[in-house]
């Protein structure tokens, strides 16, 4: 793995070694990348460039990471697992991105609760959990709910072929869902 394009290009991304961190393969990150490049938000703004970017389940920072090298402003990371907050530290560090990124351990669906709390909001939120335990469905429910992503925000959901998105919330829109064998990247907006 590694960064694709950006001021970090090329950047190498290390995984926890023995866990169960599934991270984004490079072509499928690729990929969607270019989609978000090319979605049309409502706000008229790029999804990446200055957006303050909140990377759930975080396992390396990958996703995060990609987006920072496009030129986001900002990105908090988090993920319960020490193993994987470590290797997001290393990979941060590698990357040369310390000064444009914050790290929380714990839970990501309670987290959001805390984000909220905080009145901290985020244009670009990427949501990559543990495959097939109700965890995508939780944290749309709370992401729904609370108002951490901004009007006319992005929420990208890699998940389980195998566990399919619902789609009645108040304030989510489906915008667009694409397939990579067993892997699905759902595109939301707010």
Known sequence: MRI????AKGTRIKAPKGLD?????????????NIIINLELPTAEDAVAGAHVLDLFAGTGNLGLEALSRGA???LFIDHSQHSLAAIKDNIHTAKLSEKTEIWRGDSVKAIDKLSQLGRTF????????YNQGLVSAVLLKLDTTGVAEAGGLIVVEHSKHEPITTQWQYLKL????????????????
């Open 4 to 7: 694709i394009t950006g001021i």
């Open 123 to 130: 244009r670009l939120i990427f949501i990559d959990p543990p």
């Open 73 to 75: 402003a900002h990105a």
């Open 175 to 190: 915008i667009r869902t694409e397939r990579y064998g067993e892997t699905v990247v759902t595109f939301l907006m707010r």
């Open 21 to 33: 961190v599934r991270p984004t393969a490079d072509r499928v990150k690729e990929s969607v990348f």
